[in-house]
């Protein structure tokens, strides 16, 4: 049994295993995960030019690994990513 449940006293593990169909016409790869899409929007690819529904999941990516990371010097931002005043992303 997986220790990192609530029961434990920790959280539950990032759902960095979702899959995230591509839709990019140039790209090799069938599916991205939410770490990968974290990792490209974090230095440098454009928010925007994410499909929706991996829009959605990565913002939802940025919420959990907020939770459990810390960062020594505060906040990290993905410029291009808008999300609603007081949820600190990446």
Same mark, same amino acid.
């Given at each position: 049994?997986?220790?990192? +449940?609530? #029961?434990?006293?920790?959280?539950?593990?990032?759902? =960095?295993?979702?899959?995230?169909?591509? +839709?990019? =016409? =140039?790209?090799?790869?069938?599916?991205?995960?939410?770490? +990968? &899409?974290?990792?490209?929007?974090?230095?440098?690819?454009?928010?925007?030019? &994410?499909? #929706?529904?991996?829009?959605?999941?990565?913002?939802?990516?940025?919420? #959990?690994?907020?939770?459990?990371?810390?960062? =020594?010097?505060?906040?990290?931002?993905?410029?291009? &990513?808008?999300?609603?005043?007081?949820?600190? &992303?990446?």
């Amino acid at each position: 049994m997986d220790d990192a +449940t609530p #029961e434990h006293g920790r959280p539950p593990v990032a759902r =960095s295993s979702w899959r995230i169909k591509n +839709t990019f =016409s =140039s790209a090799d790869n069938e599916y991205f995960t939410p770490a +990968t &899409l974290f990792a490209l929007c974090k230095y440098g690819f454009p928010f925007e030019k &994410l499909p #929706e529904d991996a829009k959605e999941k990565l913002i939802e990516y940025c919420r #959990e690994y907020d939770k459990r990371c810390t960062h =020594s010097d505060g906040e990290i931002k993905i410029a291009s &990513l808008d999300v609603p005043p007081g949820d600190r &992303l990446i």
